[in-house]
């Protein structure tokens, strides 16, 4: 590959050496870079700057970005980061040096909002980057980078506490949070800069978070049947999770194959099924300990508002509550209004949730105790989430639940379930029995 920077690059003849396979242009892309890391104290920082530079237009085609995920783009990223800031740069070589960092940065940032890029998360924070977030500030400010700034106060700021609702993401931020402070990372930054308002919103959401931890939600979960003729509800572990789409439970087969044949979930897990293939397999389900989180995230959230919500005079509460941008938990109480589509996608995966959240709030309104209904956004790329949930009011209020035998009583209109994206922004072109060459869909199993 050619490594001059602004030379014209002729990508198809590149390409045609590697007959189009993503995998392995992928491959041979990121070789050449972790090459360059590997040379230490020799660090080409022109060699490096030109490889992020084909690695982001060559990233523009969705397959080779999906190889590029795979086959761990978001670490190598952030180790460059890590190196590049590491080091003391002469005068001449500066330019070279913000210009790789805003390179990495760009790519870490668009590809955890565009992918699934939860299971690289952890990676990326264990190879430094809030560390190396918070040292960039001197490069970048003296010469004013505007772009480059952006891209690292987002990820600072928004998007790492953000992902923070996620147990494996909040340990690993856990342990940076408290390294950086131990190194002093945190008293070096300006005072009125974007930074220091970045990592205190940073430090202050995993600080919250890190001791919701600590309480003991080991029983408390529950999980909801997506078949909605049936929603039965009980603890987890009791019902099986569809293989298709990772995200529905079903307290038996014979509600998984009632709602494939009547209900909507064939074409919901169609179309999650149809990103697992583009994805060549990438799909990450939610953990059960990170399902167990979010419950204890969104009751905090709730409890803040106790006194509000206990002195809401209805039997049923809707409440909306948004957790993509870390730091700032939006909450909406009066929510018949809400838009169906909040993520503003114009696939069909949120109306569906939608659909659903409707349904229960029908299901709960026919109840005698009053109920606080949840609709919470979380983060997750192009997975992200959708949780819904009926918490019976007295839990938000008084904090407490009937115990028998040491395990919470589930309450006859508690609900709790989960939704993911399919991560197309088309409107969505339903895939007929014909078109995919046989007539009889079958029906996922269960694992
Ligand atoms: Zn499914
Ligand atoms: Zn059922
Ligand atoms: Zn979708």
Redesign the pocket.
């Known amino acids: 590959m050619t490594c001059e920077l602004g030379a014209s690059i002729d990508w198809d003849s590149i390409l045609s050496v590697f007959q189009g396979d993503p995998e392995l242009i992928a491959r041979v892309s990121l070789c050449h870079l972790e090459r360059e890391i590997s040379r230490g104290d020799e660090l080409d920082l022109l060699c490096i700057t030109c490889d992020l530079q084909i690695i982001t237009a060559l990233s523009q085609q969705e397959n080779i970005r999906f190889a590029y995920m795979r086959q761990g783009v978001i670490t190598i990223a952030a180790e460059i980061l890590a190196l590049v800031v590491d080091r003391k740069w002469e005068e001449d070589m500066q330019m070279f040096a913000r210009r790789s960092i805003a390179d990495a940065a760009a790519l870490l940032r668009s590809r955890i909002e565009e992918m699934d890029a939860l299971p690289f998360l952890s990676q990326a924070i264990e190879r430094g980057l809030v560390a190396s977030l918070l040292k960039c500030e001197p490069l970048l400010t003296s010469v004013g980078q505007p772009v480059a700034l952006q891209e690292m106060l987002l990820l600072l700021g928004e998007i790492l506490p953000g992902y923070s609702v996620y147990r494996s993401v909040l340990h690993q931020l856990t342990l940076a949070v408290d390294s950086a402070m131990a190194q002093g990372l945190d008293a070096k930054l300006s005072k009125s800069g974007g930074f220091c308002v970045g990592w205190k919103r940073l430090k202050d959401t995993v600080n919250e978070r890190r001791r919701l931890v600590k309480r003991d939600a080991s029983s408390g979960h529950v999980q909801t049947?997506q078949?909605d003729m049936?929603s039965?509800t009980s603890h987890i572990g009791r019902f099986k999770r569809c293989a298709g789409c990772l995200h529905a439970y079903?307290?038996?087969w014979k509600?998984q194959r009632y709602d494939w044949q009547n209900g909507k979930h064939k074409q919901f897990c169609t179309r999650i099924h149809q990103r697992f293939v583009r994805t060549h397999g990438h799909m990450s389900p939610v953990h059960s300990k990170d399902l167990k989180f979010l419950d204890q995230i969104i009751l905090n959230e709730l409890k803040k508002h106790r006194a509000r919500l206990g002195s809401h005079p209805v039997k049923l509460t809707l409440v909306e509550l948004s957790f993509l941008i870390g730091g700032q938990v939006d909450i909406f109480f009066d929510t018949r209004g809400a838009k169906a589509n909040p993520f503003g996608t114009k696939c069909k995966c949120e109306l569906y949730s939608n659909a659903r959240w409707k349904h229960m709030a029908e299901v709960v309104r026919e109840g005698k105790k009053p109920m606080v209904l949840v609709r919470a956004f979380i983060p997750g790329g192009m997975s992200r989430k959708i949780v819904l949930q009926a918490i019976p009011l007295a839990l938000v209020v008084e904090g407490r639940q009937d115990q028998r035998r040491n395990r919470p009583v589930v309450e006859k209109y508690q609900f709790n379930l989960i939704f993911t994206c399919c991560g197309s922004e088309r409107s969505y072109q339903p895939v007929t029995a014909t078109s995919r060459g046989f007539n009889d869909v079958k029906v996922p199993n269960m694992d």
Request: with cysteine.
């Open positions: 049947c078949n049936c039965k079903y307290c038996s509600c």
